[in-house]
């Protein structure tokens, strides 16, 4: 939707309107009723937009997907216990677990786009070979999360391609799992940033003298800024998510953490929900669960709305 003031208004006005009936389905105890309420109020809008037939079917086929991705989390949300979760910001344990699922993400997405981009501006230029070295950027999407623990266990643990690199259970270990997992998505990224640019533009560029590496810094890259910070945001929350992976090389990590000033124990924050959850407390492993969600959510919005700012990071 465009920042027009109208049209915030009604963005605003649906947006209250969905609340007040998400919280009356839940006050009568049926919230099916909600869904079914979002379903018919797309169609209602896009009757009330004279979108025709097919834009009514469009609306609530739509709404379905909607429905599927916010309505679960919006009933997790409203499920939560307040002071449960408030003391669960209070609990150490989640403090270091926090850390360090923030922590190593950040470094595997720095990792996967600073390795990812050369490659990425690579294949953008279609080289021979191009479909093959795809293949083989594409490949951890199609590998089971728990099969790449092993694959990074195999080529970077003992006996690996760094002998000596201390991998199962640490930091280096957690990082190069999340790396593997997610460069693909900060490689095809970049991949579509770059080639967004008009090519005239850096022929433009040549012509008037600039270098091949000049023309790249001060017209490729920055053209192309966008496409970078999306890899980015998008190599991160998928480190955040990641949890076979980082299960099989670190379910338990040691970590140098600032606020104790020593090496502390802890999990990533999927294993570690995951661990609460076997412990047999639901209550606690929702608890942390909703406090890792709210986190990154909002960290993604604010990285997203940057990202939306014109891409004005380079």
């Keep these: ?99 360090v699922s923030l922590y190593a993400p950040l470094l595997a997405a720095a990792l996967a786009v600073t390795t990812g981009l050369p490659l990425a501006y690579l294949l953008s230029r279609d080289p021979p070979g191009g479909a093959l070295l795809q293949s083989v950027v594409d490949l951890p999407l199609v590998v089971p999360h728990a099969v790449a623990g092993i694959v990074v266990l195999f080529g970077f643990g003992e ?24 460069a693909p998505y900060a490689v095809n990224s970049i991949r579509n940033g770059f080639e967004s640019v008009d090519s005239r533009v850096e022929h433009a560029a040549r012509v008037h003298g600039a270098s091949a590496f000049e023309t790249f810094r001060r017209v490729t890259l920055p053209l192309a800024a966008r496409g970078v910070l999306t890899g980015g945001v998008l190599a991160w929350a998928r480190s955040v998510s990641e949890f076979g992976a980082v299960a099989v090389v670190a379910y338990t990590i040691e970590f140098f953490y600032p606020l104790a000033g020593e090496s ?36 993604f919005v604010v990285v997203r709305r940057v990202a939306d700012d014109g891409g004005r990071v380079l």
């Design 159 to 182: 006996g690996g391609a760094f002998p000596g690199l201390p991998v199962l259970g640490t930091v280096t270990g957690a990082v190069l799992a999340m790396t593997f997992v997610s």
């Design 1 to 99: 939707m465009s920042d027009r003031p109208g049209d915030r208004t009604v963005l605003l006005a649906v947006l209250t309107v969905q609340v007040v009936a998400f919280a009356v389905s839940l006050a009568l105890g049926y919230p099916t009723l909600y869904a079914v309420f979002m379903v018919v109020s797309a169609i209602a809008l896009a009757y009330g937009a004279n979108a025709g037939l097919a834009g009514m079917a469009g609306a609530a086929l739509a709404a379905v997907l909607l429905v599927a991705l916010a309505f679960p989390l919006a009933l997790f949300t409203a499920r939560q216990d307040p002071e449960l979760v408030l003391e669960t910001l209070r609990d150490p344990a989640v403090h270091r677990m926090l850390y």
């Design 264 to 299: 502390v124990r802890s999990s990533h924050a999927p294993v570690f929900v995951f661990k609460t959850y076997l412990a047999g407390s639901l209550d606690e492993a929702n608890a942390v669960a909703f406090v890792l969600l709210a986190v990154s959510i909002g960290i």
